[in-house]
């Protein structure tokens, strides 16, 4: 077994009681509720409700009889029911979203117009937030939000594990998307490692992405959607080369202003063009 099987079940969002009790149906097949509670430890005041609690779920089956006998549903239907109860948990909070909408509005929109009125202008171009979690939402969102393209400027993708599964949910033949690395050359024998395994996965894995090195150091890194040489849309995320600072300290820039997406646009359509290359030398060839 290649995983604690509690680390597994933790991602099911069950009480400590009901993990307990589902992992052991899972590992002792059908018994009573009464030996589950002395295999278990739970208490035997407990133990009827627990169960009734992964049957609710779906991820437990009742079988009558005298006395009543419980079995865990199989592995890949536990995780279909968990999806599904999800699925409708986010349908009933969209729906109650969408209802309150109107008000939401009518209330809310008069007070924001008046507060930014004292907008400066530098708060109009951008915005900034924390290398990390926020800047990594704010990369999914634009993903979410792009119509026809995406392009992507990093040193070696290495935040690709906390993107992927919004990356993967909007490539679409709708969609074009390019990604712009810094070329091995540049980067230290660790940091060459890294990329090289996302470079790979990156090709085997989403064959309609292309993919150049750029030949000089990358002054900044970041994502650019739906740029327009009208300047009239767009929006992108962007982080400026800071050596000297460490990554947890650092913010980026977030911005929907036309025209100054459509000028990081031509820096990566130059860069693109004329001083980037599609070979990739890998680590033990540097």
Do not use: C
Request: hydrophobic residues 35%.
């Amino acid at each position: 077994m290649t995983e604690d099987p509690s680390n597994l079940l933790a991602e099911l969002d069950l009480t400590e009681y009901e993990e307990r009790a589902l992992e052991e149906l899972l590992l002792i097949g059908r018994t009573s509720a009464p030996d589950l509670s002395e295999a278990t430890g739970i208490p035997k005041a407990r133990i009827y409700g627990v169960l009734e609690s992964l049957a609710d779920n779906g991820f437990v089956k009742v079988i009558p009889g005298r006395p009543k006998m419980y079995q865990s549903k199989p592995p890949a239907e536990i995780l279909d029911r968990a999806i599904e109860a999800r699925r409708q948990e986010f349908e009933t909070y969209q729906h109650t979203l969408q209802a309150l909408r109107e008000d939401f509005i009518e209330t809310f929109q008069p007070l924001y117009d008046s507060a930014s009125e004292e907008v400066t202008p530098t708060e109009e171009l951008f915005y900034v937030v924390d290398v990390g979690d926020p800047s990594e939402e704010e990369t999914r969102r634009l993903y979410r939000e792009a119509d026809e393209h995406i392009d992507i400027v990093t040193k070696s993708f290495e935040y690709l594990d906390a993107v992927e599964p919004t990356l993967e949910s909007v490539l679409t033949d709708d969609r074009t998307l390019r990604i712009l690395f810094l070329h091995p050359t540049h980067l230290t024998a660790e940091n060459r490692s890294i990329q090289r395994e996302i470079v790979e996965h990156v090709h085997e894995s989403y064959p309609g992405i292309e993919t150049r090195f750029s030949e000089n150091p990358l002054p900044w890194r970041g994502t650019i959607i739906d740029p327009s040489m009208d300047y009239d849309r767009g929006a992108a995320i962007v982080l400026v080369e800071e050596k000297d600072i460490p990554l947890h300290k650092r913010q980026a820039a977030v911005t929907e202003n036309g025209s100054f997406v459509a000028g990081l646009e031509r820096y990566f359509e130059l860069t693109w063009t004329y001083e980037s290359t599609q070979e990739y030398a890998p680590p033990d060839e540097i």
